[in-house]
């Protein structure tokens, strides 16, 4: 695991007491995991938005073609708040029954 | 793990529990991920092209009850499994 031995070892800004080394190791495993949910999103908006605003790609990007693509985008994030709120929710409802 | 090396046995239980809630967290996006596919297709399936970017109030339900039908039919093969037995 090479990414936490700049860290740990110490080649980039020297950190003194260990509770800083684990404060910089948690915060580059946060920042790590919210690239790769970031990455995971855009690419689920790339292939929906493209397969509802592109059905028939053409010579070049009309600008109605444009504008779905971001209508497209706001929404699909939209529809991601909406499905991870609901499914949230319902899971810690069932979480309680089964308490 | 030589990330571990010069952490004292606290800060190594502490740092396993931390990255142990991340995964956590990285499988429960995961499922929203794929979950938000499911039911964009689903529920804009007859959209032939996006005209605004909120949702409109049928859209909003559609979504929803993808959500907790998804849940209702993973629940429902797990029971019906069991009865199997």
Redesign the interface.
């Known amino acids: ?1 090479d990414m ?2 700049g ?2 070892g110490g080649n980039s800004a020297p950190v003194s007491s ?2 800083e ?2 404060k910089a ?2 915060e580059r ?2 920042q790590e ?1 919210s690239i ?2 970031a990455r ?2 855009v690419a ?1 908006i790339n292939e ?2 493209f397969d ?2 592109i ?1 028939k790609p053409g010579s070049k990007m009309s600008s ?1 073609d444009e504008s ?1 693509v ?7 994030m ?3 708040n ?3 709120s ?3 929710k ?2 810690q409802t ?1 979480r309680n029954n089964f308490q | 793990m030589d990330a571990m090396d010069g952490f004292d046995n606290k800060t190594q239980q502490e740092l396993q529990q931390f990255v142990e809630n991340e995964s956590s967290k990285a499988k429960l996006n995961g499922i929203i991920h794929d979950l938000t596919d499911r039911c964009w297709k689903k529920c804009f399936a007859q959209t032939s092209s996006i005209s605004s970017g909120s949702l409109s109030s049928s859209e909003n339900t559609c979504v929803k009850d993808c959500v907790g039908r998804w849940v209702d039919t993973s629940y429902l093969i797990v029971k019906s499994l069991e009865k199997m037995r």
């Not at chain 1, 971001?70 to 699909?76: A, H, M, S, V």
């Open positions: 695991m936490f031995k860290i740990a260990q509770e080394k684990k190791l948690m495993i946060a995991q790769a949910n995971a999103l689920k929906n938005c509802k605003c059905p109605s779905c971001t209508k497209c985008l706001e929404k699909y939209t529809v991601w909406t499905v991870s609901e499914y949230i319902r899971i069932e």
